[in-house]
């Protein structure tokens, strides 16, 4: 069963506009990573926030972990057409190995 | 740094044969993942290996198997295929730490298609 669920499914905006993302899970986690992919090709590692840290930017990329709801969210600002992709949130769990536990995804377009 | 590979891209097979899949991690990388993407389930972890032992195994019949060599190259092999599984197959590796906090990189995957 997947431990991410993620909300929008699907997502909308004309480019240059902002859009985000949500994810929640179930347990406690060591880490929450987001991740990219195109049109069913492999995924693109964006950024990893740890369970002891709140928020993480990397480029135009914001990320927020709220362990106390078990969520998290990810901003995409001034988007444009080549983010539009699905987004995938993953947690690793609080044990010894790499398994990392998908959402759903959410299907970002942005319009040109 | 050459990436994740995974050999081949697309494969085509009927049901009842079986089929491996193979992954060359990044250099110096010694875990290696596999996930299974289907539309109807999503990405599930199939297994984990870290230098040469399986230490995760997701929830799949055991016709799904894996093994990794000591160069970290890992394969995994499916027998008896069903056309459930169809699926986009992707390799991850970490880097070689071993920290849990590691990130993953992910091949390309294998477009696997049973008739």
């Known amino acids: 069963s997947q431990q991410g669920e993620e909300d929008p499914q699907a997502l909308s905006i004309q480019e240059g506009e902002n859009a985000t993302m949500n994810c929640s899970y179930k347990?406690?986690?060591?880490?929450l990573q987001w991740y990219r992919q195109n049109s069913g090709r492999g995924l693109v590692h964006l950024i990893l926030?740890?369970?002891?840290?709140r928020e993480k930017h990397s480029g135009r990329l914001r990320v927020t972990l709220d362990t106390s709801k078990k969520s998290s969210s990810l901003l995409i600002t001034a988007s444009r057409a080549a983010d539009t992709a699905s987004y995938f949130c993953?947690?690793?769990?609080?044990?010894?190995?790499?398994?990392?536990?998908f959402g759903s995804g959410t299907r970002l377009l942005v319009r040109p | 740094k050459a990436g994740v590979t995974q050999t081949p891209r697309y494969l085509i097979k009927t049901r009842g044969q079986q089929v491996t899949l193979s992954c060359s991690p990044i250099s110096g990388h010694r875990s290696v993942s596999w996930y299974q993407q289907t539309p109807g389930q999503g990405l599930q972890f199939l297994f984990e290996y870290f230098s040469e032992t399986q230490r995760n195994k997701g929830n799949f019949p055991g016709r799904f198997s894996g093994r990794q060599f000591s160069n970290s190259r890992s394969e995994m092999n499916v027998s008896t295929l069903e056309l459930g599984d169809s699926a986009l197959y992707l390799c991850?590796?970490?880097?070689?730490?071993?920290?849990?906090?590691?990130?993953?990189?992910f091949g390309p995957g294998t477009r696997l298609t049973v008739l």
């Open positions: 347990t406690s986690i060591n880490n």
């Open positions: 993953a947690v690793k769990m609080m044990d010894s190995s790499y398994k990392l536990i």
């Open positions: 926030i740890r369970s002891n840290e």
């Open positions: 991850a590796s970490s880097s070689k730490t071993g920290e849990r906090t590691d990130t993953q990189y």
